[in-house]
């Protein structure tokens, strides 16, 4: 039985993997792809209150949601992430929506599929932190951190509890990762109930270390021998710091398929608005430095836009066609 074919049943849920090979073939025809940019300050700036959950947006205002996928779709993006980065029952209990895991996650797969169809692009399953420290520094058992990712995946790959949909991502995407524990729960969840590819990325904010202390080159050995696909950065202070963190990686890792998703330089307080430092120009020449050092996977993180990405994909374009020349 080949892994299309292969059904996985857990506890009366059953996944059925979509085609892994549509991100292998996207992957292998070029050197590089362009990941979207943030979602949830394009969010904030289409009338998203402060402290209110983005994911909520998936079931009230879904054509908010499709608007910013489409944005970054106009402009090149190739892979798009769902609205689900708090999609976990901790997150969503925060706002008193830990009944409906499944249903904000399942409706943000397919807000995610509807815009992408539109693009032959593809949809990446994103899932975050649970949110809590693990024992025995926090409250949160193994077991517990399993079950949350369990139940945010099942939403993300299954259009109803009990049967696969056309609707559900192509890979998954383990995002801003602080600890290699609950980073390789979620491989080990992902791998168990799909044959999809997982994407990690982890956040070098504290001295080039995640805040629990982890370096790139850890990070990166740690991840590929749990089973991602690809590894790498997202979030984390200026660009600099981040250049520095996916070389170490690439360096511990010279084979592997990286990602780099930075956030567009360090925010300042302008007033009462939050600013980036990095122009849509200075992203799009640090999306050339990363592709130099062969990164594959390239997008944006907090205070990227449309702008950005558009900068980033136009600038590696024209760093392909000069190399080709």
Known sequence: MSNQ?????TDGAISVSPKPSAYSRLLSQRSWLVIDGAMGTQLFDRGLLP????????LENPEIVEAVHTEYLRVGSDIILTNTFGGTRQRLALHGLEDKVHEINSAAAQIARRSALKFDALVAGSIGPIGQLLDPL????????RDAFREQILGLTTGTQDQHSDHSVDLLWIETMSSLDEATIAIDVSCELTDLPVAVTMSFDTNRHTMMGVSPAAAVTALLAAGASA????????????????REMREAAPDATLIAKPNAGIPE???????????????????CRLHQLGISLIGGCCGTTPDHISA????????SQSSST
């Open 231 to 246: 590894v790498g950065l997202n979030c984390g202070n200026s660009l600099a710091d981040n250049e520095a963190a996916i």
């Open 138 to 145: 926090g409250p949160l058992s193994a077991v517990e951190a």
């Open 5 to 9: 074919e292969r059904q996985k049943i």
């Open 269 to 287: 307080w302008k007033g009462t608005e939050l600013s980036y430092s990095a122009t849509p120009a200075l992203m799009a020449e640090f999306a």
């Open 312 to 319: 980033m994909r136009s600038a590696l374009v024209s760093s």
């Open 51 to 58: 402290g209110s959950p983005p994911e909520q947006l998936n």
